[in-house]
């Protein structure tokens, strides 16, 4: 059991804040991810839960108990890092079975323990290895396996595949999702990352100059954004966003007309997915603009127009066919389109 709560946390240095007000309740088991870009206070928040950074104001408690002035040793957490940290001289066998010596575990126990973790993350074979003798993949599998060799209460995960190719970061990504699923441990994961978000979290947090924009779930994110920054962030390409004002439940802005809108009036900013609209037949659109872009995907064809200062996207099929600078007509009905006020940034419902 592992339930942890943040209540009012705060961490400044100086004048300056890191973390502000952070306030929530992560349920034993399970997968949280932080989520925001560099510099939004995730890191802070989870070497707070850690121990390893002191907290300014409020509370830490894990499974009721209020940690604050707990040594990292005594938390019950075990961290992976995106640097493995893994000791040269020491084969991978030592290098999973260092934490159970360290902390004075039975070493009646400790092979059972090793060959258990070391299974899990499919090491089984570079026991003997030495970390020099592994690649990056290999490397942070080990540092996983030391991980879960401890048995501990809580994961903290900070960006642990940052340091790995693309193609090993899907296949890792997918281990540790895996590994989550089996171990059915209370884990933080740190990155920056929308894609690790989506397809890690249980919930997700996103995070921006320190303070919570959004908490839910990868779907309530994506499909309901809270407000402009988090529309911005999740999703690619982009969510669509273009200023304009809205009367009588019709939203215009240059070469863009959308009736069909509720719940607003005045400056509004309109946003959409790019997969969310289609092409129309000439002038039958809500948008119509010439094209700025066109990218060919493979499976799809990704087109732009430029509206004001804003590009706007729409996926088309992959045997679309035009120039730059060719007319499009872009259906948007109004069921697909998010409201923000441009003033507050907020979602409008
Ligand atoms: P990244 O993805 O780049 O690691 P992050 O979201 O994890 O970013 P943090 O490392 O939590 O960000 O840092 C949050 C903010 O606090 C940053 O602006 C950082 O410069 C600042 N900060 C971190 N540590 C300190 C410190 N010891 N003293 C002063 N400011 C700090």
Request: include cysteine.
């Amino acid at each position: 059991m592992a339930e942890i709560q943040l209540r009012n946390v705060n961490k400044r240095w100086g004048n300056f804040v890191g973390v502000d007000n952070f306030n929530l309740t992560i349920p034993d088991k399970e997968f949280l991810v932080l989520l925001g870009p560099s510099g939004c206070g995730k890191t802070t928040t989870m070497r707070m839960i850690a121990g390893l950074e002191d907290i300014t104001d409020g509370e830490i408690a894990i499974d009721g108990k209020v940690v604050n002035s707990l040594d990292p040793k005594d938390r019950d957490v075990a961290m992976v890092f995106q640097s493995y940290a893994l000791y040269p001289n020491m084969n991978v066998y030592e290098n999973i079975r260092f934490p159970l010596k360290v902390r004075g575990i039975d070493p009646s126990t400790h092979d059972a323990k090793v060959r258990r973790a070391s299974a899990m993350v499919e090491l089984d074979d570079f026991l003997h290895r030495k970390p020099a003798e592994l690649s990056g993949g290999q490397r942070q599998r080990v540092a996983l396996a030391r991980a879960i060799v401890r048995e501990p209460n809580v994961f903290l995960m900070d960006e642990p595949l940052s340091n790995l190719d693309a193609k090993l970061r899907v296949s890792t990504r997918a281990q540790i999702k895996n590994l989550s699923h089996e171990l059915a441990v209370t884990t933080i994961y740190v990155t920056h990352d929308q894609i690790e978000a989506m397809t890690l979290a249980d919930r997700v947090v996103v995070m921006e100059k320190g303070i919570v924009q959004q908490v839910g779930s990868p779907t309530e994110i994506y499909d309901r954004p809270a407000n402009m920054f988090v529309a911005s962030f999740i999703g690619n390409p982009a969510m669509n966003l273009i200023n304009g004002d809205i009367q009588n439940g019709t939203f215009e802005a240059r070469d863009t007309r959308i009736p069909g809108l509720s719940a607003a009036s005045g400056k509004t900013t309109l946003g959409f997915r790019a997969e969310d609209a289609s092409l129309a037949a000439a002038g039958e659109g809500q948008i119509t603009a010439p094209i700025y872009t066109l990218e060919l995907l493979g499976d799809a064809t990704m087109i732009s127009v430029r509206i004001g200062q804003a590009l706007v996207a729409v996926k088309a099929d992959k045997t679309f066919r035009a120039e730059i600078g060719d007319p499009i007509s872009i259906r948007v009905p109004p069921e697909i389109c998010h409201l923000f006020s441009t003033d507050t940034g907020q979602r409008i419902d």
